[in-house]
Each structure stands twice: as structure tokens, then as C-alpha cells.
């Protein structure tokens, strides 16, 4: 069973950075995605970034596209994500989920959800 471990959460001002990672246990197949989802208080859960590990395409919602970066090591079996110029409405629980195939913005797609990791983005 595929099992995710997000980490790297924090509280940080308008403008800075953090760096999630993501790590994956339980894999036994090739061609994989990775995706990053987050929600915000009240909000419905949001696609946010993807790879996949066949292609290592990767794929971001408009409002990230230029700040933030996923990347991922998939021999160590970690993904992370880069997030910097954060923005107050990036605030939200972020998990790290994976699918079987290519990326999708559906978080009903995905599986292996965990307890995620907070990002709180306030002066």
C-alpha cells in the first residue's frame, strides 16, 4: 500500500519561501504522478502542482505558475516543492498524493492521503 509523509509546513511572511517534501513508501510501479493538492479553511481541496515520474512532466495551477517549483528524486522515493513569493492565499493544509498514470487536477483521482502539512502565509 502506497503510504505519503508530508513535511515541511510553517508559518512565514508575504514574499517568502518554504520547501514541502514528500515521502513515498509502498511503490511498486514506474509510471506514477505525484501531485500536490491544498485546501484552505471553507475551500474545496485545489490542485496545485504534479510530476509524473514516466515523463517527469510537471504541471502547475495558474495562480503558482513562476513561484512555485516540484521536482522529485523517485529512486529515493522523495518529492518536493519549491513554493517562493508565497501570498497570503496560499494558506492552506498541502498534501502530497499520488496516482497511478499521468497527472490530473481531480483529487478524487488520487490516493494515499495523509494528514498534510499547514502553510500559513501572514504578516
Known amino acids: 500500500q502506497v503510504q505519503t509523509a508530508e513535511s515541511g509546513g510553517g508559518l512565514v511572511q508575504p514574499g517568502g519561501s518554504l520547501r514541502l517534501s514528500c515521502e513515498l513508501s509502498?511503490?511498486?510501479?514506474?509510471?506514477?504522478?505525484i501531485g500536490w493538492f491544498r485546501q484552505a479553511l471553507g475551500k474545496e481541496r485545489e490542485g496545485v502542482s504534479c510530476?509524473?515520474?514516466?515523463?517527469?512532466?510537471?504541471s502547475y495551477v495558474d495562480s503558482v505558475k513562476g513561484r512555485f517549483s516540484i521536482s522529485g528524486d523517485f529512486d529515493k522515493g522523495t518529492v518536493s516543492l519549491q513554493m517562493n513569493s508565497l501570498e497570503p492565499e496560499d494558506t492552506g493544509v498541502y498534501y502530497c498524493?499520488?496516482?497511478?498514470?499521468?497527472?490530473?487536477?481531480?483529487?478524487?483521482?488520487?490516493?494515499?492521503w495523509g494528514q498534510g502539512t499547514q502553510v500559513t502565509v501572514s504578516t
Open positions: 498524493v499520488m496516482r497511478s498514470g499521468r497527472c490530473s487536477w481531480l483529487a478524487g483521482d488520487f490516493r494515499s
Open positions: 509502498g511503490l511498486t510501479r514506474d509510471d506514477f504522478s
Open positions: 510530476i509524473n515520474t514516466s515523463t517527469g512532466r510537471t
